[in-house]
C-alpha cells in the first residue's frame, strides 16, 4: 500500500516539475508565448499524460500553480486560481475520457484542455482584462483564441507524444501499476 502511494506521489511530483520548468523556460525563451492571452504553452502537451495515469491530475494542477507562482503570467494570482482550476477539470475529464479512442487515439480526452481552458481562462480574460468591462463576444474571442492554441498544442504535440509512447511501451514502464 504504501508503495502505491509513494509511486503515485513520485509520478505526480515529476509531472509538476516538467510542467514548470517548460513552462518557465519557454517563457524565459520565448517571453509572453506561455502566458499571454494567445499562447501556445509547450508544456501543454504533457496533459496527455493524464490518458495513462491519474498522477497527472494532481501533478498538472500543481505545475501550472508553480508556472503561474513564477510571476511568469501576466495575470498575477487570477491565473493560479483559473489557471489551476482549468488544468484539474481539463486532467480530470482527460483520465476519465482516456479509453474512448478515434483511430486509436484519445481524441475526446485530448479536446478537454481545449474545452476548459478556452470556458475558463476565456471568462477570465474577458471579466478581468478587458477595458470595456465583460462582454459575450470578449469572451467568446478570447475563450476561442485559449482554445486555438491549446488544441494545437494537443494535437500537434500531446497526441504525437501519446503515440510515441504507446508505440513504444514508455507508457508501460513509467505508469506501471505497482
Known amino acids: ?103 486509436h487515439l484519445p481524441v475526446l480526452a485530448a479536446l478537454m484542455p481545449a474545452l476548459f481552458n478556452g470556458l475558463i481562462i476565456g471568462f477570465e480574460i474577458a471579466f478581468f482584462f478587458t477595458d470595456a468591462g465583460f462582454s459575450l463576444g470578449g469572451f467568446f474571442f478570447a475563450g476561442a483564441f485559449v482554445a486555438l492554441g491549446e488544441l494545437a498544442v494537443l494535437f500537434l504535440l500531446g497526441l504525437p507524444l501519446c503515440v510515441m509512447m504507446e508505440k513504444s511501451n514508455i507508457h508501460k514502464i513509467f505508469f506501471q501499476k505497482q
Open 1 to 103: 500500500m504504501k508503495t502505491k502511494s509513494l509511486h503515485f506521489t513520485a509520478q505526480a511530483a515529476i509531472i509538476a516539475a516538467l510542467y514548470a520548468v517548460l513552462t518557465i523556460l519557454q517563457n524565459i525563451i520565448f517571453p509572453g508565448s506561455a502566458s499571454a492571452a494567445i499562447q501556445f504553452r509547450i508544456s501543454e502537451a504533457l496533459t496527455i499524460l493524464a490518458v495513462f495515469t491519474p498522477a497527472a491530475i494532481p501533478g498538472l494542477t500543481i505545475g501550472c500553480i508553480i508556472a503561474n507562482l513564477s510571476s511568469i503570467s501576466l495575470f498575477g494570482p487570477l491565473d493560479i486560481i483559473f489557471g489551476s482550476h482549468a488544468s484539474l477539470f481539463a486532467a480530470t475529464a482527460m483520465h476519465l475520457l482516456r479509453n474512448i479512442r478515434f483511430f
